[in-house]
């Protein structure tokens, strides 16, 4: 009886071991635009090695002063996507997770053209993803999330780019400055020799509440849009600003103030809640 029982466990543990997806935290590939290796990480779901399916895939964003490994070492991706996809509540899917912190930090074209991160993340990025691991390629089965200066990132691009994404979700992002003038004071030292109407071209194309503006309705509709941020976040005025433009257009959106501040424990909460937003489109309706 108790070897039954012992036997029993083993079957048990090499289950739940089988169920678990795979983490790999600091792969590389060269990037002609950025003139150098940049470091990515990736999570893999349970299922991937014992199929031959193609996968929806999400790219995930860190904040400023982490790297590609901060939604594995501090956001638990690896429990919080296992978890979700056993419970149901998400669809397997890949997560990518890029560095944007090495060298220069930022995922945006500096004004300078001396770190082109975002020409890096569309035409070097996705591209070497997509032909190096089983993805579906198509819009609807591509989102992007992210968390802080990575939040931004992540509703911006959308907002830019709406052709390859079905699903933006935003934490706690930073959306922009709230003037051109508060840009322009906090970043003067970088902008030797522009042209006035230059850097403000700049500004425009960078600021949330400047991109729906000029952003067509057609567009605004065409992506899925999740915004949340906690009632005591610093970020908190920003992401509601962006919650009431898109209000005014009638831009259908999930907004969320809840309780919490500018912290992981906020984000780790709020991940599940990510993972499924993007799956629900992931899905046949």
Same mark, same amino acid.
């Given at each position: 009886? &108790? /070897?039954?029982?012992?036997?029993?466990?083993?079957?048990?543990?090499? @289950?739940?071991?089988?169920?678990?997806?795979?983490? +790999?935290?600091?792969?590389?590939?060269?990037?002609?635009?950025?003139?150098?290796?940049?470091?990515?990480?990736?999570?893999?779901?349970?299922?991937?090695? @014992?199929?031959?399916?193609?996968?929806?895939?999400?790219?995930?964003?860190?904040?400023?002063?982490?790297?590609?490994?901060?939604?594995?070492?501090? /956001?638990?991706?690896?429990?919080?996507?296992?978890?979700?996809?056993?419970?149901?509540?998400?669809?397997?899917?890949?997560?990518? +997770?890029?560095?944007?912190?090495?060298?220069?930090?930022?995922?945006?074209?500096?004004?300078?053209?001396?770190?082109?991160?975002?020409?890096?993340?569309?035409?070097?990025?996705? #591209?070497?993803?997509?032909?190096?691991?089983?993805?579906?390629?198509?819009?609807?089965?591509?989102?992007?999330?992210?968390?802080? +200066?990575?939040?931004?990132?992540?509703?911006?691009?959308?907002?830019? =780019?709406?052709?390859?994404?079905?699903?933006?979700?935003?934490?706690?992002?930073? +959306?922009?400055?709230?003037?051109?003038?508060?840009?322009?004071?906090?970043? &003067?030292?970088?902008?030797?020799?522009?042209? *006035?109407?230059?850097?403000? !071209?700049?500004?425009?194309?960078?600021?949330?509440?400047?991109?729906?503006?000029?952003?067509?309705?057609?567009?605004?509709?065409?992506? *899925?849009?999740?915004?949340?941020?906690?009632?005591?976040?610093?970020?908190?005025?920003?992401?509601?600003?962006? =919650?009431?433009?898109?209000?005014?257009?009638?831009?259908? =959106?999930?907004?969320?103030?809840?309780? /919490?501040? =500018? !912290?992981?424990?906020?984000?780790?909460?709020?991940? #599940?809640?990510?993972?499924?937003?993007?799956?629900?489109?992931?899905?046949?309706?």
């Amino acid at each position: 009886m &108790k /070897g039954i029982f012992v036997f029993l466990s083993i079957i048990n543990c090499l @289950s739940f071991v089988s169920q678990s997806g795979r983490v +790999m935290e600091s792969l590389s590939f060269r990037s002609d635009i950025l003139k150098s290796d940049r470091k990515y990480a990736i999570y893999l779901p349970a299922d991937y090695e @014992s199929s031959e399916r193609s996968y929806p895939v999400l790219y995930l964003l860190h904040g400023s002063g982490d790297d590609q490994s901060g939604w594995i070492q501090f /956001g638990e991706v690896l429990k919080i996507a296992d978890q979700a996809i056993k419970n149901g509540n998400s669809t397997s899917m890949i997560i990518v +997770m890029p560095d944007a912190q090495t060298g220069q930090k930022g995922y945006f074209n500096t004004i300078s053209e001396k770190w082109n991160y975002e020409d890096f993340f569309f035409q070097d990025l996705i #591209p070497y993803i997509e032909k190096k691991y089983r993805i579906k390629t198509e819009k609807r089965f591509r989102a992007i999330a992210g968390l802080s +200066m990575g939040g931004g990132g992540s509703f911006i691009y959308a907002l830019r =780019h709406p052709q390859f994404f079905s699903s933006s979700c935003a934490l706690s992002a930073a +959306m922009g400055d709230s003037s051109f003038d508060v840009f322009y004071n906090k970043n &003067k030292n970088s902008f030797q020799g522009r042209k *006035r109407e230059d850097i403000y !071209n700049y500004f425009s194309n960078h600021n949330a509440l400047s991109i729906i503006k000029n952003q067509t309705d057609e567009n605004l509709k065409s992506v *899925r849009w999740y915004i949340d941020c906690g009632d005591d976040d610093f970020l908190f005025e920003g992401n509601s600003l962006v =919650h009431i433009a898109l209000k005014k257009k009638n831009i259908p =959106h999930e907004y969320r103030v809840r309780d /919490g501040e =500018h !912290n992981w424990t906020y984000w780790r909460s709020a991940l #599940p809640s990510v993972l499924k937003f993007v799956s629900d489109h992931f899905h046949q309706i």
